[in-house]
């Protein structure tokens, strides 16, 4: 799938618009130099997603829009426990993404999650969407 472009962070993901699918993305950060590199250019105005990539899922995550994307740290993140592949099964089947059919423009912060995952070898674990959303207003 491709990824939406943008700021808020999104930048530091697909580099600008250069890595334009999730492969991309997974390819580019198994290379831990690119890690480094991109960590080392964070800031609380551009954090949320990488961190959030880091992270992959944890419990009781709060909103960012009511938290604020600055509160999204790599250690707030951390004192969170990781959900189990078990439990993501279930989040993922309670919580639909609302991606575009083909394109990840919404639910950004579950796909990078979901990145993060591959990024370590863990297993992808499948999404769940709104019939209508693929088939009727795609």
Not at 78 to 107: Q, R, W
Request: aromatic share 14%.
């Amino acid at each position: 799938m491709e990824l939406a472009t943008g700021g808020g962070g999104k930048e530091l993901i697909n580099q600008n618009g250069k890595l334009k699918t999730v492969k991309d993305v997974v390819n580019f950060f198994k290379n831990y130099s690119n890690m480094i590199l991109v960590k080392d250019k964070l800031s609380s105005n551009n954090w949320q997603y990488f961190n959030c990539m880091l992270a992959e899922f944890r419990k009781g995550v709060d909103n960012h829009h009511s938290l604020g994307w600055d509160k999204m740290t790599e250690e707030y993140y951390n004192s969170l426990e990781l959900m189990s592949d078990a439990e993501l099964e279930v989040f993922l089947k309670e919580n639909p993404v609302e991606f575009d059919n083909g394109f990840i423009k919404h639910s950004y912060h579950r796909a990078i999650a979901m990145i993060g995952r591959l990024i370590r070898n863990k297993n992808y674990i499948p999404f769940y969407m709104k019939k209508s959303q693929i088939y009727e207003n795609p």
